[in-house]
């Protein structure tokens, strides 16, 4: 945002002054309206002259102060007003903590593709895209806070959420069916919701936590030449001590006993800046792979310490919340070989990405580096924004071209099909693969691809992995089936 | 003029033993308590019955429960968000094992587990005083969070660790669960904490309370005039340890609605200390200005720059929100170490004499 702080200030202080003229105007007016004998008109033009000079010294001063503070902060004077015919999308960002390195690209992405949209094609289908900014540091509790906020919003409500944290999606799991709005947790959040029938309101495709565990086994079968030779073989998870973090822990463990390795479950607790004792744990277990599910912090911290009891890089994986340029670049040289899960394209080189540098940044490369762009998690979330709006156009062929509601949204996110044609259409061809979302899959299973830091930049590494999908499927349903018991949901039939 | 006591004569004892002895505080109170029950339902929206309303009056409730501890019987506690947890667990695992049980019902015996738990981490505080009985009740708080975090029992094994409020009715109204109205989660809230709270400031008055003060001020003299002092500081764990598994409890299921242990981290604690430093030590006023405080300003500081007109970078708002409230905090220590309660006596006493001091 530092780099809007010329614009804002030479937008904001005409504006400022305008407004303090006018209430100098206002009173003036209102104070000759009282007097209407000459000689109290002359009397009143003096003291108008005298307050008109401490009004002008007073407006001299206020100026002065709201431009320091303006030079220093950047604050925009503007306060964004919704239309009729506008869709409001909630943002819950975490630009300030521990997770800011996550959170401000992620922020960042939605902001500029949403912007994007709105200035080259005028919205989806003429409809503009609003929305609005929440800080949640990564917080549950504010994140609540900024939903409850943010939910009534716009002239239809929230057209759909984007927690971008496992924990806040736990909490409006529950949330999303009673105000209908739909959650799309892209790859993170609660796993079972891949179950559609069981969350109606809750989406996560194009790939889970479990399937990308699986996946990562199978990527390492293939490089250890084959499933049976992941026998005997030991592997380390390393995650954070939350939600999130143990998600992947019991499709682990199911293909663990499936394929005979020997699993290490690692705990990091939160923030996750502390890990001496888990990489100490790890230099003697001499585990052959170690995959790691962080966020924030705890990835950089991961990577050093990894780098400092000088594991074999290339056999260190992260998910692909734990594989962005901000992960990698605090260890330096260390982080050379760390590889990634990832589900797109790390590079920037699409026509979608010159589109945003034309329509957002007016051509200004400088400008939008700083604003995080081509990061992988910038990337990443270019790809969600992408599925919020093919959503919302999916929904409109239904519903017209008009601000949707929340529940029509969902029918829109069951309903997407984005097509290899239709990638292409958008200037994502190769970016991303296309997916196919239907009423019993929310997740469907797409593959990932594993990329690899050089040192300077992202590398593909790897094909596309598929996961395993008989081995995750059904402990889906099952876990689906276990929450519908629990809190009395009668499973639609699809 | 308007609040003094001259001319109140109480003719029998009840009623010179009342809580609140002086009418106008009475009436004060009364208001208050009606607003609260029949005006803020209605007006509030859900953001603010939801965001604002229920977290203070639950931090309320633990505040009053860790000032029973802290401020009254002078036993330094940081184990708040343990035994806020142990309430909280004790409750899911409870009602998913006896759905029918009447979930108040479940609050209160989750209370009573969370009592017992406080009973047992209370026992070093005959031994050990001040900051030092400080450090050994964290060793609470890490065990318990490590321990809910660890035993894959307390959160019936799902594979997140996370615990969830299933939909809980009485007298056919949901009031926990997604389905369950703000209004409805506010006025439980509500009942539950006006109860506690008449209960706490009647417990103080009485016999347990002066002992606990007596402890408080000087063990060795409380002692040699007959008060024992292992059952009375263990008594004061057990009944704090109550109030704070009861907030916990509700945090889950009448606030939140699902939660993990990050929730009860050392952050609320500490959060909870400091609603009790601020608000007044030794007050239960004093611990719903502190919670208050705690609770409303960061929202109010949050939402502030929009209501003037102003919007500026979210990261911004936030690290001037952090400033504001950390500059208030040291503020009001300064102004009055004494806390927020503090002054209400003051403006109290100044109000007798109003209009003419002398």
């Known amino acids: 945002m530092a780099d809007f702080e010329r614009e804002t200030t030479s937008m904001a202080i005409p504006l400022l002054k305008r407004r303090l003229i006018l209430i100098e105007e206002l009173q003036l007016i209102d104070e000759v309206n009282c007097h209407d004998s000459l000689i109290g008109q002359k009397t009143l033009i003096i003291i108008t002259k005298t307050t008109g000079r401490y009004f002008k010294m007073l407006r001299n001063l206020i100026l002065m102060l709201l431009g320091a503070v303006i030079g220093i902060t950047g604050v925009v004077a503007t306060t964004p007003v919704v239309e009729a015919d506008e869709q409001f999308i909630p943002m819950l960002v975490y630009r300030t903590g521990p997770y800011a390195p996550s959170g401000i690209p992620v922020a960042n992405g939605f902001r500029d593709y949403y912007t994007m949209i709105n200035n080259r094609d005028g919205g989806i289908n003429g409809v503009k895209i609003t929305f609005e900014e929440c800080e949640t540091e990564y917080n549950t509790k504010l994140g609540v806070e900024c939903y409850e906020k943010l939910k009534n919003k716009g002239s239809t409500g929230a057209s759909l959420v984007n927690p971008f944290s496992t924990g806040i999606t736990y909490q409006l799991i529950p949330k999303a069916s009673v105000d ?6 892209m790859g993170y959040g609660r796993t079972a919701a891949a179950d559609g029938r069981v969350f109606k309101w809750v989406f996560n495709f194009p790939t889970t936590y479990w ?13 250890e030449g084959g499933e049976k030779n992941l026998k005997g073989k030991k592997i380390a998870h390393v995650y954070h001590n939350s939600a999130y973090g143990k998600e992947a822990n019991p499709t682990l463990q199911a293909l663990s006993k499936k394929y005979g390795y020997e699993l290490v479950l690692l705990a990091v607790d939160h923030p996750g800046q502390e890990q001496k004792a888990t990489w100490l744990q790890i230099r003697r277990a001499k585990p052959d792979w170690v995959f790691m599910s962080g966020w924030g912090v705890m990835n950089q911290v991961a990577i050093k310490e990894a780098a400092s009891i000088r594991y074999p890089m290339d056999h260190f994986v992260g998910n692909w919340w734990s594989g962005s340029d901000a992960d990698v670049v605090p260890a ?6 760390y590889k990634s899960a990832t589900f797109h394209s790390p590079t920037s080189d699409y026509p979608v990405h010159s589109d945003i540098i034309k329509h957002v940044y007016g051509g200004d490369m400088s400008k939008a580096k700083k604003n995080s762009f081509g990061e992988v998690l910038y990337n990443r979330t270019i790809v969600n924004a992408m599925f919020a709006v093919e959503a919302i156009r999916t929904a409109q062929a239904k519903y017209g071209n008009r601000a949707l509601t929340g529940a029509e949204v969902r029918w829109g996110l069951e309903n997407l099909n984005i097509t290899e044609n239709r990638l292409k259409e958008m200037g994502m061809e190769g970016f991303t693969k296309p997916v196919k979302v239907s009423c019993s899959d929310h997740e469907t299973g797409g593959p990932i691809i594993i990329q690899q830091w050089d040192g300077s930049k992202w590398n593909i590494v790897s094909d596309w992995v ?14 689906a089936a276990a929450y519908a018991t629990e809190n009395g949901i009668k499973p639609r039939s699809c | 003029m308007l609040y003094r006591e001259t001319g109140q004569f109480k003719i029998s004892y009840a009623a010179d033993q009342s809580v609140f002895p002086i009418a106008q505080d009475r009436w004060f109170v009364s208001l208050i308590i009606v607003v609260a029950i029949f005006v803020i339902p209605v007006l509030a929206s859900e953001y603010l019955l939801q965001a604002v309303m229920i977290p203070l009056l639950i931090f309320s409730l633990a505040a009053i429960g860790l000032n029973l501890l802290v401020g009254y019987a002078g036993q330094l506690s940081l184990g708040t968000g343990g035994f806020m947890a142990v309430g909280a667990y004790m409750t899911y695992k409870l009602t998913t094992a006896f759905p029918d049980i009447n979930i108040i019902i479940v609050f209160l015996l989750a209370g009573l587990i969370a009592a017992f738990v406080g009973l047992i981490f209370g026992i070093p505080s005959l031994r050990i005083k001040g900051f030092y009985l ?11 969070l490590w321990m809910f975090n660890k035993v894959a029992w307390f959160y019936n094994y799902n594979s997140s660790g996370t615990i969830t409020a299933p939909p809980r009715e009485m007298f056919g109204v949901v ?24 209960i706490a400031k009647n417990l103080v008055r009485g016999r347990l309370g002066r002992s606990w003060m007596a402890v408080r001020d000087m063990d060795i003299a409380a002692e040699i005039i007959g008060i024992r002092p292992f059952q009375t500081k263990l008594i004061a764990f057990a009944v704090s340890s109550f109030y704070c598994g009861l907030a916990g409890a509700m945090m889950v299921f009448l606030w939140l609605g699902s939660a993990e242990t990050e929730a009860f981290s050392i952050n609320e604690s500490f959060n909870v200390l400091f609603m009790i430093i601020i608000g007044g030590l030794g007050s239960i006023l004093g611990s719903f200005l502190g919670a208050t405080f705690i609770v409303g300003l960061p929202i109010f500081l949050t939402n502030a720059p929009q209501l003037v007109g102003l919007s500026m970078p979210i990261d911004m708002q936030k690290h001037i929100e952090i400033m504001m409230f950390g500059s208030l905090i040291i503020f009001f220590l300064i102004v009055e170490p004494h806390g927020l309660a503090r002054l209400w006596q003051i403006l109290k006493e ?9």
């Open chain 1, 180 to 185: 209908e709005v739909p959650i799309l947790s």
């Open chain 1, 211 to 223: 399937s990308q565990a699986s996946a990562f086994i199978r990527y390492v079968a293939q490089q």
């Open chain 1, 332 to 337: 330096a040289a260390g982080a050379k070989g």
């Open chain 1, 466 to 479: 598929s996961p395993i999908r008989e081995v995750v499927r059904p402990m889906v349903e099952k876990a």
């Open chain 2, 134 to 144: 400080a450090v050994a009740t964290l060793a609470s708080q890490f065990f318990l």
């Open chain 2, 175 to 198: 009031i926990t669960g997604p389905m369950a109205s703000a209004e409805t989660r506010y006025l439980v809230t509500l009942f539950i904490v006006i109860i506690f709270a008449f």
């Open chain 2, 350 to 358: 100044k109000l007798r004499l109003w209009p003419f001091p002398y």
